[in-house]
């Protein structure tokens, strides 16, 4: 699913179609297909039906919805992740999470409750 590169770099599997810049601030509602990478300041929901990462540089304050979510920086707001949730060794999350797999990496911060279900297996899986 996710896989560091070199420099330890976090970056997709498959490519990231959206990325919000360190230097960029968005207040509001992001709604979307598709991977995102935030490395900036986003202050709202952000729904994707991809995968998420928050890049060390990035922030949240506001709750995520996507396929699979990866955190390097900081999040406040709950998240729901269809297949898994990554906080990496530098990531924060304070919020509660709902999501298949958990991994949380040693050194990470996490403040909340989580719920674990495992996904339910598709014909396609099979």
């Known amino acids: 699913m996710f896989k560091l590169g070199k420099n330890n770099d976090n970056s997709f599997s498959s490519d990231i179609e959206t990325v919000i810049g360190k230097n960029t601030q968005i207040k509001g509602s992001i709604h979307g297909s598709g991977n995102m990478r935030v490395d900036g300041m986003v202050e709202g929901e952000i729904s994707i039906t991809g995968e998420i990462v928050v890049g060390d540089a990035g922030r949240v304050i506001g709750n995520i919805s996507g396929r699979s979510v990866l955190i390097s920086g900081e999040v406040t707001g709950n998240i729901s992740a269809e297949s898994k949730l990554e906080i990496m060794p530098n990531g924060k999350l304070y919020g509660d999470v709902n999501a298949s797999v958990l991994s949380i ?20 899986e099979e």
Do not use: K, L
């Open 105 to 124: 990496a040693e050194g990470a911060v996490f403040r909340g409750q989580s719920n674990m279900e495992p996904r339910p297996i598709t014909n396609e």
